[in-house]
């Protein structure tokens, strides 16, 4: 199929372009910050089309000049625990300039690093960039997500530890959990990760025993799935098949997703969903099957919807 091979070729234009970039920026300035040559070099349109599996994100505090810097990196445990970070630029200071994706100038998620307690909620940025908002924190070790598109830049995830103070008793790994059940609602997933392979994913939503068909858009969606590695809790790209304004896509009781895992392993996933006004998660913990270990293979799989 002919996507992968244009993305690649689109990858090798891109880098050829960069390294000329980078040359002639050392030839003209020795003293030129090679970030300065990340300005323009990327066609931000291209962000979400790229198919290809790439470098997990939320693995890294600082990438490509961006800096998740948390104004405290403890905290005391309790509901409605104010947070507030900055994202610092190239040039050292707090972006405040933000493209919007999925509705949002910034998507935040936290989850303590026993899969406990995920939220994902979006703060508010003040003049200055500062981005505040409230969480529910219990005690242990919590990683947090800033998902963004810096104006001008790529999109990123950075991702930072925050310390909750208090006895800490780890949740048991869980076994591999496919239904979930939240508030009435029983979600399943259907489909298997296929390492190296957009991996389709069918998620399906019913209350009482009743397929829900009037799910709420929700950032642009019927629904919004995040994907967490277990080990690193690497935050892994997940896009939804269809948008609610496109005619054709229902709203339920199936939402289907694609899903880029890059490695063997076990995932925990989170669909946020919304009905009846209210955005409830369900969770779930997925390994992958036992795929050829072909790290260059063809793309095995059903591409073919989207
Ligand atoms: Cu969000």
Redesign the pocket.
């Known amino acids: 199929m002919s996507t992968p091979t244009k993305v690649a070729a689109f990858l090798i234009a891109l880098a050829a372009v960069f390294g000329i970039a980078l040359g002639i920026g050392k030839l003209v300035d020795p003293a030129s910050e090679p970030a300065a040559t990340h300005d323009g070099g990327h066609d931000p349109s291209s962000a979400g089309a790229d198919e290809e599996p790439k470098p997990p994100g939320g693995l890294m505090v600082s990438q490509n000049g961006y800096t998740f810097t948390l104004a405290d990196r403890q905290a005391r445990p309790g509901r409605d625990v104010g947070v507030s970070f900055t994202i610092d630029g190239p040039t050292g200071k707090p972006v405040t300039e933000y493209d919007v994706e999925?509705?949002?100038r910034?998507?935040?998620?936290a989850v303590r690093r026993d899969f406990t307690g995920f939220q994902?909620?979006?703060p508010e940025l003040s003049s200055k960039g500062v981005w505040s908002t409230n969480l529910d924190l219990t005690a242990g070790q919590w990683r947090l997500f800033a998902?963004f598109k810096a104006a001008d830049a790529e999109a990123l995830t950075l991702g930072t530890d925050l310390a909750v103070d208090g006895d800490y008793r780890p949740e048991a790994p869980g076994d591999e959990t496919r239904t979930a059940k939240v508030d009435g609602y029983t979600v399943t997933l259907d489909g298997e990760l296929t390492p190296g392979a957009d991996s389709k994913l069918t998620l399906d939503v019913s209350r009482d025993g009743k397929p829900v068909t009037d799910l709420q858009p929700y950032?642009g969606a019927y629904g919004?799935l995040v994907a967490l590695r277990a080990g690193d809790l690497a935050y892994l790209h997940v896009h939804p098949d269809g948008t609610p304004e496109d005619g054709k896509t229902k709203p339920g009781p199936e939402v289907v997703f694609y899903a880029a895992v890059p490695s063997g392993g076990t995932y925990h996933l989170y669909l946020?969903f919304k009905h009846d006004g209210v955005v409830r998660t369900a969770a779930f913990t997925v390994s992958t099957g036992k795929a050829a270990p072909a790290e260059k293979g063809e793309p095995s799989d059903d591409h073919g919807g989207h």
């Open positions: 999925h509705e949002k910034l998507h935040l998620i994902h909620v979006h998902d950032l919004h946020d």
